[in-house]
């Protein structure tokens, strides 16, 4: 096996052998080279999707900028409010002052049915308290006020989504029936799904006598609250999960996990799970016929060209995945390697990959310039930034179910 | 609602106006972070390719974050010295989280330098502050470091103060280049290239300094002061901007007279003296793009105008005279109470400036400021210096 990784060492050794990667776990880099990010499902978009609710970002001008622009890009940016604070707000506490101030003329002009302040670094350093206002808010109008710890710092201690759900359950508490209804909750932080996509289309055939109602779709905050009365919550990625977890201890709704896969394994299981979880039976194996044909056609098309993946947390996955097929994947980019990317690391050693494994961040300007000439494909936002001259597959964030992941890149391979 | 409250984003951060500045050069960035910090100027901020430069963010712990992790900062920023050895300096950017936690940013940039042999910048942004702040700092900064006497070219023309933030994609600055060169100046410091240390060191030699933004009047001054070079504040927005730019071009150095004929830049359109204006935008920008509007197409009343918080530390650059008529207005909701008393025909500035204005038969312009909408619109069409630009106002204003 010939795979290498870039990884950080104290000796300033910059290759080391696949082999000994498992014995350094988990690989990281002290610095993040500026590259940017394949889309993701942002936090503060996955509050502003629920209607009613707006947010109020709190802190420096630098770390609110950022959320005004990955809302504008989802269109959410209307329930977005931004309260830049200056240092010397921060040193004096008046920050708070005119926080209360700006959150009271919001309940007042625009009748919030929650709010959700995101706090930045600046105030967790501080140990700022807010809860003594935020009570003050709710008990003067009667309306949740959350404070949302947002950014790295705080994001060593609980995943922010996981907080985030924490802070969803609070909301959805409120709405708890006695009765339970019919509808089935797709959770998930990756946007509506669109029309004519897999999973839609199964729910509509399957389940004619119950509402879907997808989190980031919702139509109303009174929807969003009705969610805690479903009767079946079918995750789709790992905030839906941890929503779904919380749900299931707190009401006792049942729930399916079906994250977006590439492997044909897990794939399968998710189909399986899902005719399990709905008491239903149907033959996928038009959607497997589809994936061969194309997975076919591809690999003939694509013999002989040198394949680069740098897709983000999932680059080890989809390489495996490729290589099944065929293909000839020559680098993968990663930020990270930790444990789960050991099995597809594995799977791709015991095939025999040639795949060498780059750690973004220490890639030299001289690998840069030379190393990657002879890559034709690059898949992903870190592969394409050092891949020149390869053509950019850009992969979607958007949730895919079965074969429907794999086949959208396979399609925009060829 | 409430005054603090904001409907549209600040303007770019002091750290993103630094790196702004520093992408220019053959320089390491490094950006002292907890991790988060570098998404502004990767995803809002910066419009350039980044992969022609080095800009790399540390993720520090929150323990690191609180206690300090400068000794483990200082090794990984040398090993990547180590393995980018083209890198002609180093610069240590600050963030809102050490500017909290007191992180002694020039003292880590010096026994960086003792380290690695090579000059590292302390830039202590705190993003806190706007770009105009970071700009101007590091600009001021690099001069300082680097600049030593050199003989005098009278030919030679420094562009002072574009980055991005406030003048968009380099190629909107091709035809001033295109016109100074024509009149036989060498241009220093070109904003459509990469500049390595021998260049920017030879800025000292120049006969005169082009000031195309308000955050580059700091280094002008201290390049006025220190080296006797003459400065001048002009973003050649339209034919005015031109023609005004080669008249005090000619009184400085030498260049032909035709150059700065009236019939060179000699409008075209029909003037419209019963419009009212506004430029929303950088301060010499606004303040510019007022003067063409009024020369260029008869405007009698145009007001230039910027949102931004003033920097203590850019005193003397407020004091600059181009600058004197321009409002200045710290908050979004001052600036659109005094648009709806103004009441004008026309604005010139930012389509995201649109969202402050109420319903109303007001004419806009879009001229895209990166400072301020980031990505959003750098692509698109639009043009503001000399004949290009004059062009493009001329679609709006019937020229």
């Given at each position: 096996?010939?795979?290498?990784?870039?990884?950080?060492?104290s000796?300033g050794?910059?290759?080391?052998?696949?082999?000994?990667?498992?014995?350094?776990?988990?690989?990281?880099?002290?610095?993040?080279?500026?590259?940017?990010?394949?889309?993701?499902?942002?936090?503060?978009?996955?509050?502003?999707?629920?209607?009613?609710?707006?947010?109020?970002?709190?802190?420096?001008?630098?770390?609110?900028?950022?959320l005004?622009?990955?809302?504008?890009?989802?269109?959410?940016?209307?329930?977005?409010?931004?309260?830049?604070?200056?240092?010397?707000d921060?040193?004096?506490?008046?920050?708070?002052?005119?926080?209360?101030?700006?959150?009271?003329?919001?309940?007042?002009?625009?009748r919030?049915?929650?709010?959700?302040?995101y706090?930045?670094?600046?105030d967790?350093?501080?140990?700022?308290?807010?809860?003594?206002l935020?009570?003050?808010?709710?008990?003067?109008?009667?309306?949740?006020?959350?404070?949302?710890?947002?950014?790295?710092?705080?994001?060593?201690?609980?995943?922010?989504?996981?907080?985030?759900?924490?802070?969803?359950?609070?909301?959805?508490?409120?709405?708890?029936?006695?009765?339970?209804?019919?509808?089935?909750?797709?959770?998930?932080d990756?946007?509506?799904?669109?029309?004519?996509?897999?999973?839609?289309?199964?729910?509509?055939?399957?389940?004619?006598?119950?509402?879907i109602?997808?989190?980031?779709?919702?139509?109303?905050?009174?929807?969003?609250?009705?969610?805690?009365?479903?009767?079946l919550?079918?995750?789709?990625?790992r905030?839906?999960?941890?929503?779904?977890?919380?749900?299931?201890?707190?009401?006792?709704?049942?729930?399916?996990?079906?994250?977006?896969?590439y492997?044909?394994?897990?794939?399968?299981?998710?189909?399986?799970?899902?005719?399990?979880?709905?008491?239903?039976?149907?033959?996928?194996?038009?959607?497997?016929?589809?994936?061969?044909?194309?997975?076919?056609?591809?690999?003939?098309?694509?013999?002989?060209?040198?394949?680069?993946?740098?897709?983000?947390?999932?680059?080890?996955?989809?390489?495996?995945?490729l290589?099944?097929?065929?293909?000839?994947?020559?680098?993968?980019?990663?930020?990270?390697?930790?444990?789960?990317d050991?099995?597809?690391?594995?799977?791709?050693?015991?095939?025999?990959?040639?795949?060498?494994?780059?750690?973004?961040?220490?890639?030299?300007v001289?690998?840069?310039?030379?190393?990657f000439?002879?890559?034709?494909?690059?898949?992903?936002?870190?592969?394409?930034?050092?891949?020149?001259?390869?053509?950019e597959?850009v992969?979607?964030?958007?949730?895919?179910?079965?074969?429907?992941?794999?086949?959208?890149?396979?399609?925009?391979?060829? | 609602?409430?005054?603090?409250?904001?409907?549209?984003?600040?303007l770019?951060?002091?750290?993103?106006?630094?790196?702004?500045?520093?992408?220019?050069?053959?320089?390491?960035?490094?950006?002292y972070?907890?991790?988060?910090?570098?998404?502004?100027?990767?995803?809002?901020?910066?419009?350039?390719?980044?992969?022609?430069?080095?800009?790399?963010?540390?993720?520090?712990g929150?323990?690191?974050?609180?206690?300090?992790?400068?000794?483990?900062?200082?090794?990984?920023?040398?090993?990547?010295?180590?393995?980018?050895?083209?890198?002609?300096?180093?610069?240590i950017?600050?963030?809102?989280?050490?500017?909290?936690?007191?992180?002694?940013?020039?003292?880590?940039?010096?026994?960086?330098?003792?380290?690695?042999?090579?000059?590292?910048?302390?830039?202590?942004?705190?993003?806190?502050?706007?770009?105009?702040?970071?700009?101007?700092?590091?600009?001021?900064?690099?001069?300082?470091?680097?600049?030593?006497?050199?003989?005098?070219?009278?030919?030679?023309?420094?562009?002072?103060?574009?980055?991005?933030?406030?003048?968009?994609?380099?190629?909107?600055?091709?035809?001033?280049?295109?016109?100074?060169?024509?009149?036989?100046?060498e241009?220093n410091?070109?904003?459509?290239?990469?500049?390595?240390?021998?260049?920017?060191q030879?800025?000292?030699s120049?006969?005169?300094?082009?000031?195309?933004?308000?955050e580059?009047?700091?280094?002008?001054?201290?390049?006025?002061?220190?080296?006797?070079?003459?400065?001048?504040?002009?973003?050649?927005?339209?034919?005015?901007?031109?023609?005004?730019?080669?008249?005090v071009?000619?009184?400085?150095?030498?260049?032909?007279?035709?150059?700065?004929?009236k019939?060179?830049?000699?409008p075209?359109g029909?003037?419209?003296?019963?419009?009212?204006?506004?430029?929303i935008?950088?301060?010499?920008?606004?303040?510019?793009?007022?003067?063409?509007?009024?020369?260029?197409?008869?405007?009698?009343?145009?007001?230039?105008?910027?949102?931004?918080?003033?920097?203590?530390?850019?005193?003397?650059v407020?004091?600059?005279?181009?600058?004197?008529?321009?409002?200045?207005?710290?908050?979004?909701?001052?600036?659109?109470?005094?648009?709806?008393?103004?009441?004008?025909?026309?604005?010139?500035?930012?389509?995201?400036?649109?969202?402050?204005?109420g319903?109303?038969?007001?004419?806009?312009?879009?001229?895209?400021?990166?400072?301020?909408?980031?990505?959003?619109?750098?692509?698109?069409?639009?043009?503001?210096?000399?004949?290009?630009?004059?062009?493009?106002?001329?679609?709006?204003?019937?020229?």
């Amino acid at each position: 096996m010939s795979c290498t990784g870039y990884i950080r060492t104290s000796s300033g050794e910059e290759k080391i052998k696949l082999a000994d990667i498992a014995n350094k776990m988990p690989l990281d880099s002290f610095f993040d080279r500026g590259i940017a990010d394949d889309e993701c499902g942002e936090l503060v978009n996955l509050v502003l999707c629920v209607p009613g609710i707006d947010v109020v970002a709190a802190g420096p001008s630098s770390c609110s900028r950022v959320l005004y622009f990955r809302a504008g890009k989802k269109g959410l940016n209307e329930k977005l409010f931004l309260l830049p604070v200056s240092s010397n707000d921060f040193a004096t506490g008046k920050h708070l002052e005119k926080l209360e101030e700006a959150l009271e003329s919001l309940v007042t002009t625009r009748r919030s049915k929650a709010i959700i302040v995101y706090i930045t670094c600046a105030d967790i350093l501080m140990g700022t308290e807010f809860v003594s206002l935020t009570k003050r808010i709710e008990s003067r109008y009667g309306i949740p006020v959350k404070v949302f710890e947002r950014g790295p710092l705080a994001r060593r201690r609980t995943l922010p989504k996981e907080r985030l759900c924490g802070i969803f359950v609070d909301l959805l508490q409120r709405g708890v029936l006695q009765e339970t209804k019919s509808h089935i909750n797709l959770l998930g932080d990756s946007g509506k799904l669109p029309k004519d996509f897999g999973l839609r289309q199964i729910l509509r055939n399957y389940c004619t006598g119950e509402e879907i109602r997808e989190f980031a779709a919702l139509d109303s905050y009174e929807e969003f609250e009705d969610m805690a009365n479903g009767k079946l919550n079918i995750a789709l990625d790992r905030f839906g999960y941890d929503l779904a977890v919380r749900m299931w201890e707190k009401w006792n709704i049942p729930f399916l996990y079906l994250p977006a896969c590439y492997n044909m394994k897990e794939i399968k299981h998710n189909y399986a799970a899902l005719m399990e979880g709905m008491q239903v039976t149907w033959d996928f194996s038009q959607d497997a016929k589809e994936y061969h044909r194309v997975a076919a056609e591809v690999a003939v098309a694509l013999v002989g060209k040198r394949i680069a993946v740098g897709i983000g947390p999932r680059s080890f996955e989809l390489a495996q995945a490729l290589e099944l097929i065929g293909l000839s994947v020559a680098a993968i980019f990663a930020e990270t390697v930790n444990k789960q990317d050991m099995t597809y690391i594995q799977a791709l050693s015991a095939t025999g990959s040639q795949a060498e494994v780059f750690l973004v961040s220490n890639v030299t300007v001289e690998t840069q310039m030379g190393g990657f000439e002879g890559i034709d494909i690059a898949i992903g936002e870190k592969a394409s930034f050092y891949c020149l001259k390869a053509k950019e597959i850009v992969v979607s964030a958007d949730y895919r179910f079965g074969y429907e992941g794999i086949i959208e890149i396979l399609e925009g391979m060829r | 609602m409430s005054s603090f409250l904001s409907r549209i984003p600040s303007l770019a951060s002091d750290y993103s106006g630094a790196c702004s500045v520093l992408l220019a050069l053959h320089s390491l960035n490094l950006l002292y972070s907890p991790g988060g910090c570098s998404s502004a100027v990767i995803e809002c901020d910066e419009i350039r390719d980044l992969r022609q430069t080095l800009f790399f963010s540390s993720k520090l712990g929150e323990m690191e974050a609180v206690m300090g992790a400068a000794e483990e900062f200082l090794f990984h920023a040398e090993r990547l010295r180590a393995q980018n050895r083209q890198t002609e300096l180093i610069a240590i950017i600050g963030t809102p989280v050490p500017a909290l936690t007191g992180v002694d940013i020039g003292a880590m940039a010096d026994r960086l330098s003792k380290r690695t042999g090579l000059t590292v910048l302390a830039l202590p942004t705190e993003g806190f502050e706007t770009y105009y702040s970071g700009v101007y700092y590091t600009l001021l900064t690099l001069g300082k470091r680097f600049l030593e006497r050199r003989e005098k070219k009278n030919n030679q023309v420094n562009i002072i103060g574009y980055t991005p933030l406030s003048l968009g994609k380099e190629t909107h600055l091709t035809e001033l280049m295109d016109e100074l060169g024509q009149c036989g100046l060498e241009i220093n410091c070109s904003p459509i290239e990469k500049i390595d240390m021998k260049t920017f060191q030879s800025m000292s030699s120049a006969g005169l300094n082009l000031v195309v933004s308000h955050e580059g009047v700091g280094l002008a001054q201290y390049m006025q002061k220190e080296y006797s070079i003459p400065y001048v504040m002009n973003l050649p927005v339209g034919l005015w901007g031109m023609q005004r730019l080669f008249q005090v071009l000619a009184e400085i150095v030498d260049i032909p007279r035709s150059n700065a004929s009236k019939q060179r830049y000699a409008p075209t359109g029909r003037a419209q003296p019963r419009q009212r204006a506004v430029v929303i935008g950088e301060p010499l920008f606004a303040s510019c793009m007022a003067s063409c509007l009024h020369n260029d197409f008869g405007l009698d009343y145009v007001e230039p105008t910027s949102l931004m918080k003033m920097d203590r530390r850019m005193k003397k650059v407020y004091q600059e005279e181009t600058l004197f008529g321009v409002h200045l207005f710290e908050g979004e909701e001052a600036l659109g109470e005094w648009i709806d008393r103004i009441q004008p025909d026309i604005i010139v500035g930012d389509p995201l400036y649109q969202g402050l204005l109420g319903e109303g038969s007001t004419r806009y312009v879009p001229i895209p400021h990166v400072g301020l909408s980031g990505r959003m619109y750098a692509d698109a069409h639009y043009a503001y210096i000399g004949r290009r630009g004059y062009d493009y106002l001329a679609g709006f204003f019937g020229g």
